[in-house]
């Protein structure tokens, strides 16, 4: 590939339905550039979301310096490797999936945590306020979704991990941010090695109830 070359995009699409059931993590990002203006569409979709009291105290820190990102990514590394990764591996695969896609998933958020400094576009959602409590998300995740789908609708790849919250204060202050400002998710965004979707999940008979927990929803 030529240094201005463009790597295969996955398909385009505008049917939301379509971008909806096809929209998965993609762990496995190439390191090509992505373009400005698409990096802005996907931050325009985010800030279409909704957010309490309108009051929009949402900020996006948009990370393509190689520092930083090694900085940060070091930290995701250390989080997987001592943390989370032991405890994946030595538990049950999650509902409706098998033991071998189960170590396929694994073996994608392993080569993430190894090259999340690679990704050329990192997005990192915060907000403004005190510590972060257990609704204070609902102003920014929407916000997260909507930039999810973005990327999925320009060809691009995406994830949402948090792993790197395992180290918080090291990571933010690495990550510039000042007092009273919490960051959410780091959602590193590229080109896809990949094939995009479609994601796979249990049947709405396992996870929807009506009128009373566990009565059975019609289908």
Known sequence: ?????????????????????????????????????????????????????????????????????RTVGAYYKRAWDEQVAPRYRSGDPAPGMSRERFLRLLDAAEYLAAHIHEAPVWIIPCLEGSAPTRTSGSSIYPAVQNMLLAARALGLGATLT????????????????????????????????????????????????????GQAYPT
């Open 1 to 69: 590939m030529t240094e201005n070359a463009m790597p295969d995009p996955a398909p385009y699409t505008n049917d939301l339905f379509e971008i909806i059931r096809t929209t998965r993590s993609m762990r496995r990002l190439k390191p090509d550039p992505v373009p400005n203006d698409l990096v802005r569409k996907i931050l325009e979709a985010g800030v279409c979301a909704p957010s309490g009291g309108n009051m929009q105290r949402w900020r996006f820190l948009v990370i393509t310096d190689t520092e930083i990102k």
């Open 162 to 213: 948090t792993l790197y919250l395992q180290f918080e204060k090291e990571a933010e202050a690495a990550l510039g941010l000042p007092p009273g400002v919490h960051s959410y998710a780091l959602l590193p965004i590229g080109y896809p090695m990949g094939r995009i979707g479609p994601v796979r999940r249990v049947p709405l008979t396992d996870v929807v109830f009506e009128n009373r927990w």
